[in-house]
C-alpha cells in the first residue's frame, strides 16, 4: 500500500500564504508524475496544478500566477507554494502521484481562506 504523507493545510486570511507538502515514498517518486488536485464542498475534484517527471509544469487558469509546484528529489516531496490566497480557494487539497500504469491519492488536507 503506498501513503501520500500531505500536510500544510490551515486556516489562513485573504491575501496570505500556504505552503502544501507531499511525501512520496522513494521507490516511486523519480518515475511520477505528479500534481495537486482541490476539491470544494459540492463541487468536483478539479486539477491545480501538475508537474511532469520530465517537461514544464501546467497550471488552472484560476491559480497561474499566485501558486507554484515543486519537486525536491532529494526529500521525495512535492510542494504547492500558495500565494494571495482567496477565498475561492477553500477546498480540500490532494496530492496525486501516477507512476507508469498506476495513480494514488493522498488523504486531503483542508484550506480555508477567511477574515
Known amino acids: 500500500q503506498v501513503q501520500l504523507v500531505e500536510s500544510g493545510g490551515g486556516l489562513v486570511q485573504p491575501g496570505g500564504s500556504l505552503r502544501l507538502s507531499c511525501v512520496v515514498p522513494?521507490?516511486?517518486?523519480?518515475?511520477?508524475?505528479m500534481g495537486w488536485y482541490r476539491q470544494a464542498p459540492g463541487k468536483q475534484r478539479d486539477l491545480v496544478a501538475a508537474?511532469?517527471?520530465?517537461?514544464?509544469?501546467h497550471y488552472a487558469d484560476s491559480v497561474k500566477g499566485r501558486f507554484t509546484i515543486s519537486r525536491d528529489n532529494a526529500k521525495n516531496t512535492m510542494y504547492l507554494q500558495m500565494n494571495s490566497l482567496k477565498p475561492e480557494d477553500t477546498a480540500v487539497y490532494y496530492c496525486?502521484?501516477?507512476?507508469?500504469?498506476?495513480?494514488?491519492w493522498g488523504r486531503g488536507t483542508q484550506v480555508t481562506v477567511s477574515s
Open positions: 508537474i511532469p517527471r520530465t517537461g514544464s509544469t
Open positions: 522513494g521507490n516511486i517518486f523519480s518515475i511520477s508524475n
Open positions: 496525486n502521484v501516477n507512476p507508469p500504469a498506476r495513480q494514488y
